[in-house]
């Protein structure tokens, strides 16, 4: 989709040709500045019973006298405009547009001043929109007509804008990556194939580099832990490591240690789980190919941070494996030997991705990391904590997590941050290994953050369960993108 920024016409808002404009009111009257066409037009749908001025609604009308798009779509936003209520104002305007013929719409908001923020908001939400799976599909039929959207806006402003629309595609493509690769089932998208796509990502930018760990490699190393998970599958386990060298092209001064040292993300890559021999239930176990939504958003991230050209080194891991049964497989109660050197008594095999995560965690210590961040669907007990809302984060480091919960306010990506008291890792305790790899029901995501903390001290540290934001179950059910606008705009924070 084609996203630029409009000058209103002379003649106002009404002079505007587009097949549609969307009008978004920032205010709980109509605002003084709306042009007289239009005001009567809102005013008359008010004064009927048609509208009302308040956060949330919405109304649409054809063919308004004196107006030259033929589709006109009032939206209400609440007076402040910020990017929450603008976001929730657009998708009610949009969805009043969406099945229509409109292939142009003219956005204009009026009562208040559109920023880049906004701007970034408007490609966000029409991408999402408009995204469709296809790859086992080809059929799908397209999700609008939309082709092109003008954001209307003074000339002072169309720089900032401009900046805006940028961050918006550029973070939209890598929320679409993600999708896409979490979107294809598990027969499609294999360890390999996440490798593959890698490969492919690093292709396309200068300063992206790819390296992939095969079997052989991580049983060189001691990944005793990751193997241990990938041993029943037929498919071969990758261990993927991906590094953005962005910081060396800054003309900014900086402090040349700080800009060594890079941020490290680290996704759960579980192409599939099946709870191996701790077999899952039948009912949406299909939903486990969606268990590679953390490899997927680091992947989106690293497509999102190249497309902006982030001033910043990011590494980013992703041990990527199907968790199977069968007569090869990781038992309940055998004991494994991690990458730290620290040993696992696998109580249940259906914690897989606390395994594959620890020795990636470990594997991250060689990059001497400013900060890691791990991103996994760890555990159904986040799902039950937090819903489909907001992702759990919990995080050794008060300033990264900070940060971490901001970045997801003004991606409108939300996170909530979770404990790590010392006395829920009471739990992990085994009397035949350093650890057991499941603490119970009780407290679930905390006992599954604080085994991976016991992997994580030498560095500060986030991790982010999206195990109920990576995907929609039901009727929607398909891939979010999240938390690739949260990671970004983390990272473009720390770009500076
Ligand atoms: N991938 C699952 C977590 C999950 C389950 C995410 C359902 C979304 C929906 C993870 O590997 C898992 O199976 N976790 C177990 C841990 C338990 C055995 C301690 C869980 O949450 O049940
Ligand atoms: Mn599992
Ligand atoms: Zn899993």
């Known amino acids: 989709m084609d996203f630029k920024t409009l000058q209103a016409p002379k003649d106002g808002l009404c002079a505007i040709s587009a097949d549609?404009?969307?009008?978004?009111?920032?205010?709980?009257?109509?605002?003084?500045?709306?042009?007289?066409?239009?005001?009567?037009?809102?005013?008359?749908?008010?004064?009927?019973?048609?509208?009302?001025?308040?956060?949330?609604?919405?109304?649409?009308?054809?063919?308004?006298?004196?107006?030259?798009?033929?589709?006109?779509?009032?939206?209400?936003?609440?007076?402040?405009?910020?990017?929450?209520?603008?976001?929730?104002?657009?998708?009610?305007?949009?969805?009043?547009?969406?099945?229509?013929?409109?292939?142009?719409?003219?956005?204009?908001?009026?009562?208040?001043?559109?920023?880049?923020?906004?701007?970034?908001?408007?490609?966000?939400?029409?991408?999402?929109?408009t995204y469709v799976y296809r790859h086992t599909k080809p059929s799908a039929p397209a999700a609008s007509r939309l082709e092109r959207l003008s954001l209307v806006c003074e000339k002072a402003q169309a720089k900032a804008i401009e900046a805006g629309l940028a961050r918006g595609r550029a973070i939209a493509a890598g929320v679409a990556l993600a999708r896409e690769l979490a979107n294809r089932p598990a027969n499609h998208c294999t360890p390999s194939h996440l490798a593959a796509e890698a490969r492919a990502?690093?292709?396309?930018?200068?300063?992206?580099?790819?390296?992939?760990?095969?079997?052989?490699?991580?049983?060189?190393?001691?990944?005793?832990?990751?193997?241990?998970?990938?041993q029943a599958s037929h498919q071969a386990p990758k261990f993927i490591v991906l590094r953005w060298q962005g910081a060396g092209t800054t003309k900014v001064a900086r402090a040349p240690k700080a800009?060594?040292?890079?941020?490290?993300?680290?996704?759960?890559?579980?192409?599939?789980?099946?709870?191996?021999?701790?077999?899952?239930?039948?009912?949406?176990?299909?939903?486990?190919?969606?268990?590679?939504?953390?490899?997927?958003?680091?992947?989106?991230?690293?497509?999102?941070v190249a497309e902006l050209g982030l001033a910043i080194d990011l590494v980013g891991l992703v041990p990527a494996c199907e968790n199977m049964p069968g007569g090869g497989a990781v038992k309940p109660g055998d004991v494994v030997k991690s990458l730290s050197g620290q040993t696992i008594e696998i109580l249940n095999t259906d914690a897989e991705g606390r395994l594959i995560l620890c020795d990636a965690l470990t594997y991250a210590e060689r990059f001497k990391p400013a900060?890691?961040?791990?991103?996994?669907?760890?555990?159904?007990?986040?799902?039950?904590?937090?819903?489909?809302?907001?992702?759990?984060?919990?995080?050794?480091?008060?300033?990264?997590?900070?940060?971490?919960?901001?970045?997801?306010?003004?991606?409108?990506?939300?996170?909530?941050?979770?404990?790590?008291?010392?006395a829920y890792d009471e739990a992990l305790k085994s009397n035949f290994a350093d650890m057991g790899?499941?603490?119970?029901?009780?407290?679930?995501a905390i006992t599954a953050a604080k085994f991976l903390q016991r992997f994580a001290s030498r560095y500060g540290w986030a991790h982010l369960d999206i195990a109920g934001t990576a995907w929609k179950s039901g009727k929607e059910k398909g891939a979010t993108g999240r938390p690739v606008p949260l990671l970004t705009h983390f990272l473009i924070a720390r770009a500076g």
Not at 27 to 46: C, D, Q, R
Not at 74 to 100: D, H, I, N, Q, Y
Not at 273 to 279: A, E, F, I, K
Not at 379 to 401: K, M, P
């Open 201 to 230: 990502l690093a292709r396309r930018h200068a300063r992206l580099a790819v390296q992939v760990l095969e079997r052989k490699d991580a049983e060189k190393l001691g990944m005793g832990a990751f193997l241990a998970v990938a």
């Open 259 to 304: 800009a060594k040292a890079p941020v490290v993300l680290v996704g759960k890559g579980i192409t599939f789980d099946t709870g191996g021999v701790s077999l899952k239930p039948a009912p949406e176990m299909d939903e486990m190919k969606f268990d590679m939504g953390g490899a997927a958003s680091v992947l989106g991230t690293f497509a999102a």
């Open 371 to 422: 900060a890691v961040v791990d991103i996994a669907t760890l555990t159904g007990a986040c799902v039950i904590a937090l819903g489909h809302h907001r992702s759990g984060l919990f995080s050794t480091d008060e300033a990264l997590a900070a940060s971490l919960l901001e970045a997801g306010e003004r991606a409108g990506d939300l996170a909530w941050r979770l404990p790590l008291d010392e």
């Open 20 to 129: 549609a404009l969307l009008l978004v009111l920032a205010a709980g009257s109509v605002p003084a500045s709306l042009e007289a066409t239009l005001a009567a037009a809102v005013k008359g749908a008010v004064d009927a019973g048609d509208l009302a001025l308040e956060a949330g609604r919405a109304l649409y009308l054809h063919r308004v006298p004196g107006l030259k798009a033929t589709r006109l779509a009032v939206t209400v936003c609440a007076a402040s405009a910020a990017p929450a209520a603008w976001r929730k104002a657009l998708a009610a305007g949009m969805a009043l547009l969406k099945g229509g013929g409109a292939r142009h719409v003219a956005v204009a908001l009026v009562g208040a001043d559109a920023g880049a923020e906004h701007a970034e908001a408007l490609v966000a939400l029409a991408e999402d929109a």
């Open 437 to 444: 790899n499941v603490g119970g029901r009780p407290g679930g």
